[in-house]
């Protein structure tokens, strides 16, 4: 405990920490001082022994720190401020990246929901675990739910890899009682229907396997919730009750739980009849007695044994004349969907596939936009680097976790960095950076690159929100904003100062804000000059001008945007 | 010579050093400077650990429960921060010396033949 109260510590005070351990390296300084003062050393000497031996305090300490914390989390947290703080930056941007996002994701739940409830889920009231569905496979692909009652009966008795088998049918009927005439849709089940798919009765009972056998004598049957509450209007007398089914008398004796229509979604029953043998003849209406199988399997045994045991009882039923042989059996999990022909049925699950590519390509082409849009919208951040290696050509630096982490806490730390890694690299592929540095080769405006050096060498000197001006300036010339408006807080000031080329001795400046006027000094004269391209179609550099140009522009021209022509000022 | 002797003992410091502090800490609790300077004199100053590596080690060494640090004050009333040898540290310093035992002995066998 007391370990990790130190982590926890040293991770979420770093503060603290700090100062815990300049300290702690301030002491060790002073006691090997003491100790090189005390073998003969003057103060001075021993001083300088003692930072001699400990190496940079800079450099312990970042070594130290290392240890304490989680690289990873650290880098993570970086992640996230770097994050946040790009959200901030264009609030515009990121609620339309996330309203975008939001929009995709809800989208994409919502069909997988449907598809996954239409495909996956059982009925309700249907405890789905350890159901499986029989179906039958055509040699043409062709699937069907129903077999002859002959093959229920073989399997019921046969099969040990069942805990049991229900079979259900449905038919529509007519039920007539002391309230009016109902056309309804009725399952006829086998016995242990209700116990097979674990569906509670919620009033009185389910089936007897006597009562299957009665034929239409003694005829009971199992109503839904929903027909109770509807049609019996809930009454407490419903088990009992006296009803008519195709003009055969019948007594309902149980309700089944709320939601329960049948085991399929098609099914959607609001009666359930028992079946034992074949359909009744009040119930036949033509078809035959044909019925669909659901099994529960008994415990410890698979589905892959169930298979292959139902496989094989079909094949003992190979003389059998009444039973199709051109099927072969399948067993498919439960679902309210599963077995059958249907669309759902046998195309389900590649429909769900093309709903996953779809669901994934829609999400790449998203975050490629967003991406794109924030490429295109580079931060304040990147501005000055964006003209920087337009200037001169460098390349775009690669990523810099330091850096990224850096920004924010102030432009000194990351300055010497960035301009290390910009400046003065490779040739000039936008000589005008220095011709208008100049502001003589340009004055008309037009770029004429033949009378430039291209190979001419530029130093930059970048002035952050803060820092703009003479200080960073070389030579001596010093820039800064006559802002209008808002412009104040968003300016942003390049100085370039160019040397070796044939703009030696001769400065530039560039900004940010489109209409901001520009005054700096130079050569004892002040100048002026507005902002003309603040932003350029491609995101990537700014120009300063005077003169507005009518009509549209070439990007040279563009390009060739230069300093106004230097006038005298008070 | 000083300098050949600390870039020898720099070589031969690398991966012992949580050894040779565990093994100064096992006498009693210690501040960095001091553990530096006792490492020194145990070895008649041929081991001079560098001083830069000492407080990462150190804070090494408390992250994996091996030592444990408080501060205090030193004889000149001093603010220092103490460092002392854990249960686990005492675990770690006997493996880490059997270890370096195994090790020297094949070392010294080998340049013997």
């Known amino acids: ?570 | 010579m000083p300098t050949s002797a600390y870039q020898d003992s720099d070589d031969l410091l690398r991966g012992t050093l949580d050894l040779l502090i565990l093994r100064t800490l096992q006498t009693g609790p210690q501040h960095g400077h001091g553990v530096g300077v006792a490492i020194a004199a145990r070895s008649d100053d041929v081991l001079q650990v560098d001083h830069g590596s000492l407080y990462p080690a150190l804070h090494r060494l408390e992250r994996r429960g091996w030592i444990d640090a408080e501060w205090g004050l030193t004889e000149n009333k001093q603010r220092a921060k103490f460092y002392r040898l854990t249960p686990a540290g005492r675990r770690q310093l006997q493996e880490e010396r059997d270890r370096w035992t195994r090790l020297s002995r094949a070392i010294v066998r080998v340049l013997g033949q």
């Not at chain 1, 630096?397 to 000194?412: L, M, Q």
């Not at chain 1, 080769?441 to 130093?459: E, G």
């Open chain 1, 1 to 570: 405990m007391t370990r990790l109260g130190t982590l926890l510590r040293r991770s979420l005070l770093r503060g603290a920490a700090d100062r815990d351990l300049d300290e702690e390296i301030r002491f060790h300084l002073a006691r090997e001082t003491e100790r090189h003062i005390a073998g003969g050393l003057s103060r001075p000497e021993a001083e300088r022994a003692a930072r001699m031996a400990l190496g940079s305090p800079a450099l312990v300490k970042e070594r130290t720190r290392e240890v304490w914390v989680w690289t990873a989390l650290e880098q993570l947290l970086q992640d996230l401020r770097f994050g946040f703080r790009i959200l901030t930056k264009s609030p515009a941007l990121s609620l339309t990246a996330v309203a975008l996002v939001a929009l995709v994701i809800g989208g994409n739940a919502t069909v997988f929901s449907m598809a996954h409830g239409i495909l996956a889920k059982p009925s309700p009231g249907v405890h789905a675990t350890g159901l499986m569905t029989v179906s039958w496979l055509a040699e043409d692909g062709f699937r069907e739910t129903h077999n002859g009652y002959r093959v229920f009966t073989h399997f019921s008795e046969h099969a040990s890899t069942f805990a049991s088998i229900t079979a259900y049918d449905f038919r529509r009927v007519t039920m007539m009682h002391e309230n009016g005439s109902y056309a309804l849709r009725a399952g006829i089940v086998s016995p242990n229907y209700f116990d097979t798919l674990g569906v509670r009765i919620v009033k009185g009972r389910g089936f007897g396997i006597d009562e299957a056998t009665r034929g239409t004598s003694g005829l009971v049957a199992v109503v839904s919730h929903r027909l109770w509450q509807t049609t019996f209007q809930g009454a407490d007398g419903i088990l009992g009750q006296a009803i008519t089914l195709n003009g055969q008398p019948a007594t309902v004796v149980g309700v089944a739980e709320p939601g329960f229509h049948g085991a399929i979604m098609a099914e959607l029953a609001d009666l359930w009849l028992p079946l034992a043998g074949e359909i009744p003849a009040h119930l036949d209406q033509g078809r035959g007695t044909a019925v669909a199988m659901i099994g529960r399997l008994a415990a410890g045994r698979s589905g892959r044994e169930a298979q292959a045991e139902l496989s094989t009882l079909w094949s003992q039923m190979q003389a059998d004349p009444t039973v199709s042989q051109t099927y072969r059996v399948l067993l498919v999990p439960y679902s309210a969907t599963a077995g059958g022909n249907s669309l759902v049925s046998m195309f389900g699950y590649r429909i769900l596939a093309i709903f996953s590519v779809v669901t994934l390509l829609t999400v790449l082409i998203v975050c490629a936009n967003v991406v794109d849009r924030a490429r295109r919208r580079p931060s304040a951040r990147d501005r000055p680097a964006a003209v920087a290696r337009r200037v001169t050509g460098a390349r775009r630096p690669r990523p810099d976790r330091r850096g990224i982490g850096a920004f924010g806490s102030g432009v000194d730390r990351r300055l010497p960095l960035r301009v290390v890694g910009i400046a003065g690299r490779g040739p000039v592929s936008d000589p005008c950076g220095c011709a208008r540095a100049s502001g003589l080769p340009c004055a008309d405006t037009r770029l004429d690159r033949d009378r430039l050096r291209p190979r001419a060498r530029c130093r930059l000197y970048f002035g952050g929100h803060d820092r703009a001006g003479a200080a960073d300036v070389e030579p001596a010339a010093a820039a800064f904003p006559e802002s209008r408006g808002t412009g104040a807080r968003r300016f942003a000031i390049q100085a370039l100062g160019c040397a070796g080329g044939p703009a030696a001795g001769v400065f530039g400046v560039a900004a940010d804000e489109c209409g901001a006027r520009l005054s700096f000094l130079h050569g004892g004269q002040r100048h002026r000059c507005r902002v003309r391209h603040a932003q350029p179609p491609d995101g990537d550099g700014e120009y300063v001008g005077q003169r507005q140009r009518r009509g549209r522009q070439s990007r040279a021209h563009r390009n060739a945007s230069c300093p106004a022509r230097p006038h005298a000022a008070g």
